[in-house]
């Protein structure tokens, strides 16, 4: 919730759900798309999806957030890839 409102970004809805014996999954419908995790305790991995069509700058205030708070928790390897997606339409 805190990395959202970093981003100033408008959730629209919510779902969770929890796994037995373990582990979560999540997603935040945003107003600008999405953010969704998915988490494997076992294997001590979660992987994060934050898409966006809002600007670069909110964008990365929240993801600045994500990483801080996994560097708290202790997390020692991190991947983050930032793509590129989506098109220009031009009409027909």
């Known amino acids: ?39 494997w305790p076992e294997e001590n991995h979660i992987a994060i999806d934050l898409f966006t069509c809002s600007n670069v700058q909110s964008t990365k205030n929240s993801l600045a957030h994500i990483t801080r708070g996994l560097k708290k928790m202790g997390v020692s390897k991190m991947e983050c890839k930032t793509i590129k997606r989506g098109f220009v339409y031009t009409g027909l």
């Open 1 to 39: 919730m805190e990395a959202i409102n970093k981003g100033k970004f408008k959730i629209l809805k919510t779902g969770f759900h929890k796994f037995k014996p373990q582990g979560l999954t999540g997603f935040f419908l945003l107003s600008e798309s999405h953010l969704s995790f998915h988490t």
